[in-house]
């Protein structure tokens, strides 16, 4: 049942992102730590969980989000800024898809760009499996390892999150100041 519950949360904090899926990861570790759950089980269903949470929202992106931003005529992303996006994306997105999981906030949209972008199907499965792997292996050996201090682990987690959490609103604040200072005024 324990496992069954890592899995799930796995999979809703890619869908879902408000969800706090690391912490959960993090918790589930230190059950194992402490002999209470299986590592190997663990590890297992919450890379299982976070990869099929991951490639619904990249098959998301990849059915129905090009389409959706141009019926939408959305001002912030036209037609031609999709294009400047898709062109970014095929330029970088491997590093993206492959940084995904150390960039917390944002593992839905790499996601789900990875499916606007047309990336290949295979690059993503490839590059979010490594970085999920190689996350939850760090955050469950943290757990193991950190045992009692729980608390201490989860404050370094969130804080981490909160900082590259800022730093993504205040780029992006940026941008939309950008946008709209060069936006022509209507007279």
């Not at 490639?55 to 939408?72: A, P, Q, T």
């Not at 400047?84 to 590093?95: A, L």
């Amino acid at each position: 049942m324990a496992y069954s519950f890592l899995f799930i949360s796995a999979f809703v904090e890619n869908i879902f992102p408000p969800i706090p899926g690391d912490t959960v990861v993090l918790f589930g570790a230190y059950l194992a730590g402490r002999g209470e759950l299986s590592v190997v089980p663990v590890y297992i269903a919450t890379v299982a969980g976070s990869f099929t949470g991951f490639m619904v929202i990249y098959y998301l992106g990849l059915s129905k989000g090009r389409n959706f931003f141009i019926k939408k005529e959305a001002s912030f992303l036209s037609a031609q800024r999709l294009g400047k996006v898709e062109g970014w994306f095929e330029r970088y997105g491997p590093k993206v898809v492959l940084a995904n999981r150390f960039l917390a906030g944002v593992r839905s949209v790499v996601a789900l760009a990875a499916g606007i972008g047309n990336m290949p199907r295979g690059k993503v499965m490839l590059y979010s499996i490594i970085s999920i792997g190689v996350w939850n292996g760090f955050i469950i050996s943290a757990g193991i390892f950190v045992g009692a201090n729980w608390l201490a682990v989860k404050t370094v987690l969130s804080t981490y999150s909160r900082i590259v959490l800022t730093g993504i609103l205040i780029i992006l604040a940026g941008f939309l100041l950008r946008y709209f200072l060069k936006k022509p005024r209507v007279s």
